[in-house]
């Protein structure tokens, strides 16, 4: 689906929907009372949200809860300004929180030589969040609050408090970044943005447990189908 010029919006199966906000997306879950939000991406990516929103029926303001996949400023850099406009809730993992409140600094993003391509990581932070705190502190295997249908699962690796999500019902898993599919291939997550590779791995292994024909990315068109082989395979390839 397509709506004028800045509008994007993938409808992955009935009720889950990617939406397109450049060179990032946030997925809309509908639950049936008020929609699950992941993630927002940048900080000025609100109006483009806002617009998309519109298209799938919604006003911002429908949104109670928004889950972060996970802290880096293509994901929630739009937070504050979505929770202002919205009042909507924030919940994110327990080993992120205190990034959201600035009681920790914000880790560096991107990571190799000179332990982070030196002065690359201060101008990713400039575009990053302001104070956030969360409402809601996520933790592995639990469901999110109010909604039954959506298990979160903790997958570190491409950072410390890296979080997917499974709707069983719809045999869907939404991973951000934990992994990447590139030309109709799964991948682990890029090295170069990744915490710990070694840790991203044993995420990707994590993820054979969950039943599912389709996988929603961060930055990627969803694999809808055969999601469970190409998961198995990758693991198994990783040793």
Known sequence: ??????????????????????????????????????DVGWKWSYNRLKDSLRALGYYPEDISLVAMTHYHPD???????FRNKTGAHLAVHDAEALIYTSELPIPPIMYGWKGGFGILNPLLNLVGMHPTPADIILQDKEMLPSVADIEVIHTPGHTAGSVSFYIPSKQTLIVGD????KHGKLSPPHSTFSHDNVVALDSIRKLTQYDCSVVCFSHYPPLIGDAQNQINELAASVG
């Open 1 to 38: 689906m397509a709506v004028g010029m800045t509008v994007s919006i993938t409808t992955v199966v009935n009720g889950i929907h990617q939406i397109h906000l450049g060179a990032t997306s946030a997925t809309l879950i509908e639950t049936g009372d008020s929609p699950v939000l992941i």
């Open 178 to 181: 934990a992994m990447m599919y």
């Open 75 to 81: 994901h929630s850099g739009g937070m504050e300004a």
